[in-house]
């Protein structure tokens, strides 16, 4: 298995600009979600999903969509990027909706100028 | 509303024991505790559920009053390879209980 995959590493955008960083997972897991990490905030959870086609947003969801079309995949997308948005994301996920361990990715590394 | 963690940082010397809190204004369902090295993700260690269960690491203890809506954990005998941040993230009772909601971190740095 691979766990959880993101794509990409690293990425710089400028002010304005669009992107879609992608989250897979092969572990047929119900939950997956999005975090933004910044320095002394800790993790914020941004969007969530409970399973294919269902999302719901979480303490930080301005800025950014989401879709849940499978199982295994959960992208998030900047719509018109802000330097505020610079941030490393972590996506997640769990077998179940509630009371189970969490797998990350690695994390995207986002600077937005 | 994040859960709040306390201290925000500890330093320790090889062998020595620290404990970490966390501590919620909400009813909880669990308690999760997660480590991140530098650079990395962060990794599991152990939930803690409403009604006494516990799931996670076997060497790393910890302790959860859902009356007071508080979770420590408990390093004892500390490694180097302990070192890391900690973070707790809080699953609430009731309502929509699919928010996995994170404190801010203790740093813990273990020297030789």
């Known amino acids: 298995n691979a766990g959880v995959t993101q794509t990409p590493k690293f990425q710089v955008l400028k002010t304005g600009q669009s992107m879609t960083l992608q989250c897979a997972q092969d572990?047929?897991?119900?939950?997956m979600s999005w975090y933004r990490q910044d320095p002394g905030m800790g993790l914020r959870l941004i969007h969530y999903?409970?399973?294919?086609?269902?999302?719901d947003q979480g303490e930080v969801p301005n800025g950014y969509n989401v879709s849940r079309s499978t199982t295994e995949d959960f992208p998030l997308r900047l719509l018109s990027a802000a330097p505020s948005q610079t941030s490393v994301y972590f996506c997640?996920?769990?077998?179940?909706?509630?009371?189970?361990?969490?797998?990350f990715g690695p994390g995207t590394r986002l600077t937005v100028l | 509303q994040q859960p709040v963690q306390s201290p925000q940082a500890v330093i320790l010397r090889e062998g020595e024991d620290a404990v970490i809190n966390c501590s919620s204004s909400?009813?909880?369902?669990?308690v999760h505790w997660y480590r991140q090295k530098h650079g990395e993700a962060p990794v599991f260690l152990m939930i803690?559920?409403?009604?006494?269960e516990q799931k996670g690491h076997d060497k790393i203890s910890a302790s959860f009053n859902e009356k007071k809506q508080q979770s420590s954990l408990y390093l004892t005998a500390s490694q180097l390879s302990y070192s890391g941040t900690y973070f707790c993230?809080?699953?609430?009772?009731?309502?929509?209980?699919?928010?996995?909601?994170f404190g801010k971190g203790t740093l813990l740095t273990v020297n030789p």
């Open positions: 999903s409970v399973g294919a086609g269902i999302t």
């Open positions: 909400k009813a909880l369902y669990s």
């Open positions: 997640a996920s769990s077998y179940r909706t509630i009371g189970d361990e969490q797998f």
């Open positions: 572990m047929n897991h119900e939950y």
């Open positions: 803690l559920l409403k009604g006494g």
């Open positions: 993230g809080t699953e609430s009772s009731g309502g929509s209980n699919y928010k996995l909601t």
